[in-house]
């Protein structure tokens, strides 16, 4: 490829190639009046050229980019492991589609991306924000609040006066362990993770409010992510303090997953030796054998719901930051 | 929030709260010289309206937005469930992030979202594309080759000239079948998916080459999506064609863990009855029972060459189109 083919053309080129000025190629784009015959030279000659009008130029005037972030902050291993993650994702997607709304993901992983992603966020790129797995005091949440700009959590994170959706992590995590407890388990263990985030310390706390009296925090194994890795250490670490536990609390289905390969390999059978109860039912939930037993977590309606906030804040909506709790039903199957 | 705090604020606000001119706050914003006590009050009039430059005028001026799309063209279920799409815009992430430039992914799901894709790429919002998934006669790659956007696909997507990075899907399909033989077998089927584009396609052929003349396109069952359900559904359709099948290699990892779900369904033993091999050693190849023999494709490494190349091209490197092929070791595990 020359250089000059990866110059950008202009609407100068446009104008030269047609054998018209370039007021008349403006007027052609703006959908002025023109002859048919200048039209048409005009564009035979945006596609001789190669030439796309200058969106930045019009964002100037019109204030719009007609795009919003979805911005992930997660380490890359939890972004591929976690497909609740995805299914926010595509649910916003969908939704800002539906809308005519661009959706555009940035992916957080490290200090260096965070500082370059609000850096994007400053420079008018985007009308607004969908922002999962937030922590407090995180630069990013900094950045969005002095923008001002339009935005929606997914969960709710500390000190943060925004719109937001999320589901009943405490209340959910509660039932689930009610449930299990049901199921007629005395030594009942949790494993706990992702404890920086609303999500990971009101699990804890649901786990902690349906035992009651019978509270072991020997029972609890605490681990960094919601992760397979971290669910199958876990599960071994609890098995070798508690040789007699006979359930378990999982913080997230991959976690549930990874504690079921520990399980097996110590030679427990699940749900006879061990009951195993997860959270999410994402697409981990029916791939174990057995299929866990779980909450139910809408993620793909978490991801819609987090969208249609922006998008009524951007079409004027002044009525304030809120907050939306969507469903979370147990879902019983196999493991418990 | 009242309407003037969702206003974006502008050099005129800050100019008046700090009490000095327009010029003033530019040469500030500019880098140009002002007294300590005007800038002092200018950087508190700017952090009290909460202004931030509008860089789609800085773009106007200097033609770069240090953005680069990362261009996902799969259904919302593939998506999902396949590990390496995750694995590659993570490792194209990482890249971009090394030189300072920000992903932006979009997912292209339906009609729609091409065409509001292609309009946002015509945009001027990214200087560059990493593309995952493109079709034959994909509008996005028309709208991506009318831009002279400085590009690089992720396979080699056919008619297109433009820079790409691969593996050798066929030598590869080749090489897992041959070992698959190897152990024994003798009545082996193939799980094609995803035959409308190349990497599809191409296994297919390695397939076929292996198996040379003891191919029977009886025990070749074709499924749309590289997804764990198309490969269950396969896998029964293949059993019910012909019982006497003992070896089957899967166009996917994903595929093949559906179709393991299937032979336990039938009462299958794997490998005994059965031999089963993958493709990509994703995550899921080390999560089914028992873990699946397969083809390493280094997915991170194909998602960082492929930013590489696009840094390179937006560096001004006009070495032109090419393709870069990475190796693809089979990896032999439990499954076959």
């Known amino acids: 490829m020359t250089p000059s083919a990866r110059r950008r053309s202009t609407v100068h080129d446009v104008a030269r190639v047609a054998g018209v000025s370039r007021g008349t190629v403006s007027r052609v784009l703006n959908g002025g009046y023109v002859s048919d015959a200048a039209r048409e030279a005009i564009e035979d000659a945006i596609r001789a050229v190669g030439y796309v009008p200058n969106t930045a130029a019009r964002n100037l005037v019109r204030q719009r980019t007609q795009a919003v972030a979805f911005i992930v902050h997660e380490p890359h291993a939890v972004f591929l492991e976690d497909p609740n993650i995805g299914a926010i994702m595509l649910g916003t997607n969908q939704a800002l589609s539906e809308a005519d709304y661009q959706m555009v993901c940035l992916v957080v992983d490290s200090v260096r991306d965070t500082e370059r992603v609000a850096r994007y966020l400053n420079g008018g790129f985007v009308d607004g924000a969908v922002i999962v797995s937030a922590r407090a005091q995180d630069p990013i949440t900094t950045a969005v609040a ?27 995590a509660r039932d689930v362990t009610t449930r299990l407890l049901q199921t007629g388990r005395t030594r009942v263990g949790m494993i706990a993770a992702a404890l920086d985030r609303d999500s990971g310390t009101d699990r804890l706390a649901g786990f902690t409010d349906a035992l009651g009296d019978r509270f072991d925090s020997d029972l609890v194994e605490e681990v960094p992510l919601y992760s397979y890795a971290d669910g199958a250490g876990a599960m071994a670490r609890l098995l070798a303090r508690a040789p007699d536990l006979d359930g378990v609390f999982a913080a997230s289905d991959a976690v549930a997953a990874g504690a079921l390969w520990a399980l097996r ?9 061990v009951g195993i109860v997860g959270f999410d039912n994402s697409s981990w939930a029916t791939r174990t054998s057995p299929q866990l037993s779980t909450v139910d977590q809408p993620a793909e309606g978490l991801g819609a719901a987090a969208a249609a906030s922006v998008l009524a804040q951007l079409q004027g ?3 304030g930051p809120d907050g939306i709790i969507l469903d979370t039903p147990v879902v019983w199957r196999d493991s418990a």
């Open 146 to 172: 002095r923008l001002r700009l339009p935005v929606a959590y997914v969960g709710h994170p500390p000190d943060v006066d925004a719109a937001w959706v999320g589901v009943d992590n405490r209340g959910a």
């Open 265 to 273: 390999e110590a030679g427990r059978r699940v749900p006879e030796d």
């Open 317 to 319: 909506d002044e009525s």
